[in-house]
């Protein structure tokens, strides 16, 4: 009798233990990934939304925009970060799994090139520069900054740069190389911009670039260099302002969420996503993106409400793309 009844109890325990087991297993999850760039937006607004609404997860990955793409057109995220739109592969990608999605425009960024604060001879530098440094043909050749200028010293040069899964490796070559990923290869890359941000910072010889925010975090580390974008125009350094009046060319840009249509049915993404678009623009804010016009977030929402699919860049990046001309886009859609 006394075995028989502590085999029922322990049934009954073990029956409620494994019925507990679901409500954790099936919390209200929405899974995120992608862009390191679109990170800290999106970290920030996972926070809040978590903390506003007890019950929910929110995970966010940062695999880099090509990365966070892969994964959602495999439909293994709800969300893809992105610092640059989806390209054509990716579209055709998604659409041979039967993926339908959301193009959310939900910040600007000022791609910031930086150097060592302790580099007291590089004041500024041309896109043409730029181009000498990071193209494919300087690969191997092009080893010391004279050899960019012959106004710079003769010492080595020690680059940092976005990994190939990047979505800031493909704009930032396309707008500075002319070319997506076209690029030198003896350089350190990283999809973690904190990465980047501890090699520039500890090489005076050093230069690299990544997102305004990782800049904006780590302004005692790191100096922004100011860009020419052409001859005759004058040298712009990143910032809030440069970005709004469109003077920081080529290196100002719009960043993305991607959500999946289908996602959306599940409440706790459809949920996240009312929140990200209330919130967003304040949270860019903070870490130091441009917000986009409150109109931006409210016409995101009407596309999902309107069933809006789709992007409205053609499978391509845009170099110099203002926020007038984003606004007006979205408002066609």
Partial sequence: MKNSLIKSILATSALGFLSAIPLAATAQVVKVDGSSTVFPITEGVAEDFQKANKGYKVTVGVSGTGGGFKKFCRD???????????????MEICKAAGIEYFELPVAFDALTVVINPKNTWLKEA???????????????KVLRWNQVNPAWP??????????SDSGTFEYFTEAIVGKAKS?????????????????VAGDVNAMGYFGYAYYAENTAKLKALPIIAAPG????????AAVENGSYQPLSRPIFIYVKAKSLAKPEVKKFIDFYMEHGGKMANEVKYVALPAAVYKSNLKHIADGKKGTVFGGKNEIGVSIEELVKREAKN
Avoid at 126 to 140: N, R
Avoid at 184 to 199: C, H, I, K, P, Y
Avoid at 233 to 240: D, F, Q, R
């Fill in 76 to 90: 293994e995220i709800d969300v893809a970060d992105a610092s640059r739109p989806i390209t054509l592969k990716e």
């Fill in 126 to 140: 041309t896109v043409a520069e730029l181009k000498a440094v990071w193209e494919p043909a300087s690969q191997g």
């Fill in 154 to 163: 003769d010492q080595p040069m020690k680059l940092f740069g976005a990994g």
């Fill in 183 to 199: 690029s030198r290869g003896d350089f350190t890359a990283s999809e973690d911009d904190n990465v980047l941000v501890q090699g």
């Fill in 233 to 240: 125009k004058p040298a712009v350094a990143p910032s809030a």
